[in-house]
């Protein structure tokens, strides 16, 4: 470029007009700092200009290497997992790594005292936590005095005041080691315009070279220990919006110790019939003998009676002998739509019970009067009561406004259960107050292939509920000591059932620890105590009228006197009258309204 002394631009350098103006486009103000250079410090950019655009070409060349060398480390050279908020194998990482000497050492890390995310599921929390703290306050002799239960509820206060911190890797790339390799950790939050969404994450594991043998053994042992933590408690999963805010999957949401099947009281064969029907279900070879007859691999149940008959704790039961998942799904969620229910159904695993309770309470489920389906064979055979009504007869629920309230149809529930897209494998087990209300198709063979009804405890199951609230735990029974004997509570007095005062003559197993050298020790005690129990409850059973309360209205009311059994006989007279009562007010006070209703419309 020529420099040009008549021209005044020519002072900016050895560029012309045009170059100018092309660098005031690329650099905004260029014209004016190279004039303010110039004339203060007498600096002309110009002369410099190449090195400038070399310095710029280079940064930029370098800045495209070192994204394409990423690129192409991170593809042929570096192994990487990633791992979803939504997924279970994000909790097995997440309490993995909490357990991981190495995070003690790290210096970024999210700090928090939440105790439902992550791996610490509700209850989880508590069983993790508790460190074996009940077990100070059982010690000793098993003696409740006072003074005892000030200390333990002091500790337990100050415990609770105190809330686990919990440490989780901050935002961004963690390095560490795992047997002896160097491993990434990189923990990223995604933006996502989902309103409900609040914490897109993910995890991303990486180690260096094509074989990523180290991570699959690093999140295989992450699993087994999640899994081994669990032990034999029963886990409880929940159909809800999975985090990209899209779709619904399942998620953990709790796990609780199993449930003794003989503390379900119900009629024996019943029960055994359904805990025989499912083993029968899962035994080996049935799922290749229901194939070989062209019959699709699925059981269905439905337990009806009245509110806190048993169904669910049987379902809970069972799920706890069998040492299966429990899949809750509630169909009167809003916000569940035909495509979310097959996805929820699509990921069922292939033994599980999905459970919908109270399944009547969902307006699809509801009987569309005339069914375009046959009746179903337990209607058939006799073992539905009737129909009472139909929310179609009155005009008042369409199938259109179902579909509205609740976003499923009954037949995109009913495809779902048993359509040609269905999972297999999986036990539904529904559960209703109203078995009358539901809808024919949704009750037929195939889809529900067995009812089990449930009653209002007779005297029978009355005496067997007293005796389960009072008698000395199984677990209790093996034990040798009675350290932390539940009997050791109770109060009965000398000889049968004694309705007098029962501050005199009480006898309890308090000081089990001497009376174990004693001929007739704990072990013996422990019988007495177990006969005076039987004959106690069959006391107690004779003063409830049969067939009037249900299981858990009557262990409420044991409840309130645990550590009583002959109080709670002595009670219970008045207790049944004041019940009765109240029923009667309440049975009065809904005839009025529904007569009001009447005479209103
Ligand atoms: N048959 C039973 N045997 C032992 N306990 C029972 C029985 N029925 C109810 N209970 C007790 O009553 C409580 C409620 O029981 P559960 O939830 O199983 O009743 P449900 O029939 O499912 O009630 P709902 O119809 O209202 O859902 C539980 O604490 C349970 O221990």
């Keep these: 470029m020529a420099y040009n002394q008549s021209d005044p631009s020519s002072t900016r350098g050895s560029i012309s007009q045009s170059d100018t103006a092309i660098l005031e486009v690329l650099i905004p103000g260029y014209t004016f700092i190279s004039r303010i250079l110039l004339s203060y410090l007498h600096i002309d950019l110009a ?89 100070e306050w059982e010690g000793g002799n098993g003696s409740m ?47 996502t315009t989902a309103r409900w969404v609040l914490n897109n994450e993910k995890l991303y594991l990486s180690c260096l070279g094509r074989d990523p043998s180290i991570i699959h053994k690093l999140l295989s042992d992450a699993q087994h220990k999640f899994v081994e933590r669990d032990g034999s408690r029963t886990i409880i999963y929940r159909g809800q919006r999975c985090s990209s805010g899209a779709t619904f999957s399942w998620s953990r949401c709790m796990s609780r110790p199993p449930r003794p099947l003989d503390t379900v009281i119900l009629d024996d064969a019943q029960k055994q019939t359904f805990l025989a029907d499912i ?49 809750l799904l509630n169909l009167s969620s809003r916000s569940l739509d035909e495509d979310n229910l097959y996805s929820l159904f699509s990921e069922l ?10 399944v009547d309470t969902s307006e699809i489920t509801h009987s569309r009067g005339k069914s375009i389906f046959p009746q179903s064979a337990a209607s058939k055979a006799g073992n539905l009561p009737p129909k009472t009504s139909s929310p179609d007869e009155t005009g008042k629920n369409t199938s259109k406004e179902k579909t509205e ?54 005297s029978e199951d ?22 932390r004997e539940t009997g050791s509570k109770l109060r009965l007095q000398n000889g049968s059932a004694d309705h007098g005062d029962e501050s005199k003559g009480t006898e309890n197993l308090d000081n089990g620890e001497a009376e174990e050298n004693k001929p007739n020790g704990v072990q013996g005690r422990r019988q007495i105590l177990q006969s005076r129990i039987a004959s106690l409850a069959k006391d107690f059973a004779s003063l409830v009228p049969s067939g009037e ?23 219970v007279a008045a207790w049944v009258e004041d019940e009765k009562e109240k029923k009667r007010a309440k049975k009065e006070a809904e005839t009025k309204a529904k007569e009001s209703e009447k005479n209103g419309s």
């Design 462 to 483: 009355i005496e067997k509920l007293y005796q389960s609230i009072y008698s000395v735990s199984r677990e209790e029974r093996a034990r040798p000591s009675p350290r």
């Design 405 to 458: 309230q609740t976003g499923i149809t009954l037949s995109s529930l009913l495809n779902v259960l048993d359509g040609v897209a269905a999972s297999e494998g999986r036990i539904l087990v529904m559960t209703t107050n109203h078995p009358e209300k539901l809808d024919d198709a949704l009750l037929r063979a195939g889809r529900v292939d067995m009812q089990i009804e449930f009653r209002l405890a007779i």
């Design 349 to 358: 695993p292939r033994r599980c019970i999905l459970l919908v309770e109270d």
């Design 549 to 571: 309360f249900s299981p858990a209205e009557i262990q409420g009311y044991l409840l309130k006197h645990k550590d009583h059994p002959e109080r709670a006989i002595r009670e």
């Design 145 to 191: 005095s006072a003074e005892s239960f000030d200390d333990y509820w002091t500790k337990v206060i100050n415990r609770d005041k105190y809330k686990r911190l919990r440490f989780t890797p901050a935002q961004g790339r963690h390095y560490f080691w795992y047997q002896g390799r160097l491993l990434m950790l990189d923990r990223r939050y995604e933006q």
């Design 47 to 135: 002369a410099y200009l190449q090195y400038f655009i070399a310095l710029a070409l280079f940064g930029v060349s370098m800045r495209y290497l070192s994204e394409y060398l990423t690129q192409f480390f991170e593809t042929y050279l570096v192994s990487t997992a990633e791992m979803r908020l939504d997924d279970e194998l994000f909790n097995y990482f997440m309490y993995w790594w909490s357990r991981q000497r190495h995070v003690k050492r790290t210096n970024r890390f999210l700090a928090g005292v939440r105790t439902n995310g992550y791996w610490s599921d509700g209850e989880d929390s508590d069983h993790e936590d508790s460190d074996g703290e009940d077990d």
């Design 279 to 327: 083993e029968d279900y899962l035994e080996k070879g049935t799922a290749e003998w229901y194939a070989e007859h062209g019959i699709p691999y699925r059981r269905g149940y439905l337990l009806s009676g009245p509110p806190g008959t048993g169904k669910s704790s049987l379902c809970f039961a069972v799920a706890g002998k069998l040492g299966l998942k429990i899949y």
